[in-house]
């Protein structure tokens, strides 16, 4: 794990956030606190063809994410399902990731419902089966009010010791986090840092640097531009089959190597744009995954369905190209 002054530190001493300073910069350092690790994947969940969970692609997968650069493990959010996974399925999914990667990685666990008290539950069961911290996302379709939204959050706060990341994605939830909201949530010491896919960068940067929440990039198209903002890092889906691109990229911005780093997030363009387009995120990674080897079935649960054979085709010639799957007749 990697501490702003670029120090490993372990996992029990990002548990509670640290004092918050203007701007999110360390004393005598130009690198944001990163308590949440640099690059996360939102992994997907595998199954096997008849669809119950399969733990051991999932556990394959997890290493081989964190062999390839990832500090961070988003394991139960959307990419992975969890709206079709169940409390027993999340545990066990926590447990068998945490046993494999120990203290490689850190665990972050989504602990998202639009009923609090069922968010509540989740949130305990992750933390008794090895998490590092949460995810915590404005309910959904019920669209309750700031009031309410903070509401939820500190109930989930208080069910546990683990810090929170807040999800700000108001195109799914229908529900943004207001500046009020968030300038009050960050007055929490266990609520820490905030995944934004509100796809306003600007807006972003200006409530890092007020509220010291650490702030992750939540969409894979604006990744350098989050990380050349400001954020500590990023939660990606393309970081399952480019996580050793995304890691160098991350290594050359932290050592000022800005327009070498511009010129590699622009190589994976192609790549973004072929998993996070046209189709569905946590479809695409699955299939890419697959294509890999790394997972055994590209299964999906309804109301997922399969990838077309045009996105396939797609997402494959572009692998093909960036050299991440070798091709058949090789």
């Known amino acids: 794990m990697v501490d702003a002054g670029g120090e490993v530190g372990s996992l029990t001493e990002r548990f509670t956030c640290a004092a918050r300073v203007p701007h999110m910069l360390t004393f005598m350092s130009h690198t944001p606190r990163r308590q949440f690790g640099t690059l996360a994947t939102a992994m997907v969940t595998p199954f096997f063809p008849d669809g119950t969970i399969d733990l051991d692609s999932a556990v394959r997968l997890a290493k081989k994410l964190v062999d390839d650069g990832c500090d961070t493990l988003c394991l139960s959010g959307t990419t992975g399902e969890s709206p079709t996974t169940h409390q027993p399925e999340k545990n066990a999914l926590t447990q068998a990731v945490k046993e494999a990667v120990g203290d490689r990685a850190f665990i972050l666990a989504g602990a998202g419902s639009n ?31 700031q009031a309410g939204l903070r509401a939820h959050v500190r109930s989930i706060a208080e069910a546990s010791d683990l810090p929170i990341m807040l999800y700000d994605i108001p195109g799914r939830t229908g529900l943004a986090f207001s500046d009020e909201t968030l300038d009050l949530l960050a007055e929490h010491p266990r609520i820490c840092a905030v995944k934004d896919a509100t796809g306003n960068v600007e807006q972003g940067v200006e409530r890092l640097r007020r509220t010291g929440l650490e702030y992750y990039s939540g969409d894979d198209g604006l990744n350098f531009a989050w990380l050349t903002g400001g954020a500590s890092g990023c939660v990606s889906v393309a970081a399952h089959v480019a996580g050793r691109k995304y890691r160098e990229m991350i290594d050359l911005l932290d050592g000022g190597r800005v327009w070498e780093a511009r010129e590699l997030s622009f190589s994976l363009r192609p790549l973004v744009n072929a998993m996070m387009g046209k189709g569905q995120g946590a479809v695409m990674a699955k299939y890419a995954v697959y294509l890999q080897g790394l997972i055994d079935s590209p299964t999906m649960r309804l109301p997922l369905v399969p990838a077309s054979d045009e996105e396939i085709a797609r997402l494959r010639a572009v692998m093909l190209d960036l050299g991440l799957i070798e091709r058949a007749d090789a």
């Open 115 to 145: 009923d609090t008290a069922h968010a509540v539950r989740i949130a305990e069961g992750a933390q008794a089966h090895g998490a590092d911290g949460l995810l915590v996302v404005a309910p959904y379709y019920n669209r309750p009010s």
